[in-house]
């Protein structure tokens, strides 16, 4: 049963783009329905998390990602009385602009974007649902909800600089302020309860999936984390109730009772502060003007000693650090070669290539098809543009970046 703060379907602002409601799924699950069988879903498959997409099979993915923060933010999203289908959708959708290679491949694309507005994977999500995915006759994008909208560019919380302060003109990502012309999203404002689940759900699901990545990695072993907080005393409660268990079964024993700490402790904090609120709407949450779901402080200080930990032996860990550099070297010369030479980009761009206006509209449509790009296909394309066709740096793998 959804709470007073919960957001109601039948309260939705609606979409920018006028069409009949369903007879049998409420907005937020047609929201939901639309990522799932956007071509930019798909593409997560193959594009980095931590491992480079051929490294291993059972490295996580940002498909694998996404699916998994999904799940975590109907879990909390159910529990806390929220809507769990529009923090569904947020989440499944919160990934979909991260480009080839993981955030080296973001920053390569920052730094060759500066001339152009810059390059942000959220704002790249909304240009996504809203403009590249083409697939419907009466509009472009997938003409999701406000409400969707809203999460998507939020989630982690108002659009403000460092210090607080609201973005102005130019300092939004063009991306951003394009959607927002066309669709005000609030950018100044806390987001919905439900945004807030799917961005706590993305922290739990990389703490708790980086730690077994590492693990199965062996850029540190079950010894490195005894000494850590929440870790630590997982492995030492499995000993002590299961002594000489097998070791795979050991870490995941240890590791899904680091998850539950996790998600019981937001459930435990936004119990205490939803419950004495008087909230009558889904809008109160946004006029709370803080983050509501959130972890404790006890526990968000010890998540950050093992964030330091693993930034230390798993995200620059030398053989991670020489893999990335090698990769993301590779959007470093690709942007810059279908910049000067527009006519390598396929078929179905041109069309959008001829009615560039400038030098930065040119670029954004590069920078379009190279964030659209997955790993695989972004080393394949490297290897005939640019290295020649002898020359393979890496395993020679299929794979389309496709239009949207």
């Known amino acids: ?43 997560l498959k193959h594009k980095t998390q931590v491992f480079i997409e051929h490294e291993g099979d059972y490295y996580r993915t940002r498909l694998t990602h996404s699916i998994e923060v999904a799940q975590v933010a109907r879990t909390l999203a159910g529990a806390l009385g929220l809507n769990t289908d529009l923090a569904e959708a947020i989440a499944l959708a919160h990934d979909l602009g991260h480009p080839p290679f993981g955030h080296t491949g973001e920053d390569a694309l920052c730094d060759l974007m500066a001339p152009y507005g ?62 927002n012309a066309g669709f005000d999203l609030e950018l ?17 699901a990389y703490n708790h999936h980086d730690l077994h990545d590492g693990l199965r990695s062996g850029l540190f072993t079950e010894a490195d984390l005894m000494d850590l907080p929440i870790t630590g005393p997982a492995f030492a409660e499995v000993d002590r109730l ?39 709407s889904a809008q109160d949450i946004r006029d709370l003007r803080l983050k509501i779901i959130r972890f404790s402080d006890r526990l968000f200080r010890e998540l950050k000693v093992i964030r330091q930990f693993l930034f230390t032996h798993m995200y620059r860990a030398p053989s991670v650090v020489a893999m990335r550099a ?7 010369e690709l942007f810059p070669l279908f910049l000067a030479r527009p006519e390598l980009l396929p078929g179905e761009w041109r069309r959008d290539v001829e009615a560039a206006r400038s030098e930065t509209e040119l670029a954004r449509i590069v920078a379009d098809y190279v964030a659209g790009m997955t790993d695989r296909f972004a080393i394949q394309e490297h290897a005939r543009l640019v290295l020649g066709e002898g020359e393979r740096p890496l395993d020679p793998i299929e794979g389309s970046a496709g239009r949207r």
């Open 242 to 280: 299961y002594p000489g268990l097998e070791p795979m079964r050991r870490r995941h024993e240890a590791l899904r009772r680091v998850f539950g700490v996790m998600v019981e402790d937001v459930l435990l904090v936004a119990g205490t502060r939803l419950g004495p609120a008087d909230l009558t």
């Open 326 to 332: 090698q990769v993301t070297g590779m959007v470093r």
């Open 188 to 204: 100044h404002g806390f987001a919905s309860a439900e945004a807030q689940v799917a961005a706590i759900a993305d922290d739990i």
């Open 1 to 43: 049963m959804l709470k007073a703060y919960a957001t109601r379907p039948e309260e939705s602002r609606g979409r920018q783009h006028r069409e009949a409601m369903s007879t049998f799924r409420s907005p937020f699950q047609r929201d939901r329905d639309r990522i799932i069988h956007s071509s930019a879903f798909r593409r």
């Open 118 to 179: 810059g390059f942000d994977h959220n704002a790249q999500a909304l240009r996504i649902v809203t403009k590249l995915e083409r697939h419907y006759a009466d509009f472009d994008g997938l003409n999701l909800t406000w409400e969707t909208l809203e999460g998507i560019a939020k989630h982690n919380g108002p659009v403000t600089d460092r210090d607080g302060h609201p973005l102005k003109g130019e300092v939004i990502p063009y991306a951003l302020a394009e959607c």
